[in-house]
């Protein structure tokens, strides 16, 4: 049974970076026609988007955080990771790393417990 | 960005009962929908696709319908596993996934 569990500081400060890992257990990262990807829940919020990176090397980046989002595969780790940079209050959530193939649509099979990050000084 | 409204947040409902739930779409997805049910510490579970395709396994109390920008989820008779939140989530525009913001099913 494949598990994902995020790992990262819970408080980062206005203007620094934020970095998330995903440890993947129970499996490979390393399967054909994965998608690893991130979401966020703001706080009294909907679930956000964040995007992924694919086996294949391809990556897709929410347009609102483009600019600041890199994410990425560490298969040798088994772990993939989200690097957001010059973060502010706005990027207070509750973090969520999940996988999914597309299966007649986006069909997620792992989710993780999710890690909350505040963002203040 | 297509934007999805989800309507309830919340509600408390008893076993037996019949229970819905609405998403809203901003603009026109056609059937590009679907239907998931999260629990803490659990896989989450795609309920339906493409808006009215029950997933395989799932129980055919769960039933989907809709197209264009209004769809509805709904379970014909609440079961005691069937307390969690639900989320719809549209892929019109993949890989610019959006969801709805969630509907929590409490026990009343």
Redesign the interface.
Known sequence: QVQLQESGPGLVKPSQNLSLICTVSGGSIDKSGYYWSWIRQLPGKGLEWIGYSHNTGSTYYNPSLKSRVTISVDTSKNQFSLKLTSVTAADTAQYFCASYKWIRGPYFDNWGQGTLVAVSS | ?IQ?T?SPSSLSASVGDRVTITCRASQDIRN?L?W?Q?K??K??K?LI??AS?LQSGVPSRFSGSGSGTEFTLTISSLQPDDFATY?C?Q?NL?????????TKVEIK
Do not use: C, I, K, V
């Open positions: 960005d999805m989800q590009d679907g998931y999260l803490p510490g896989a989450p795609r696709y493409s395709n989320y989530l892929h993949y890989p610019r996934f959006t969801f709805g913001g969630g």
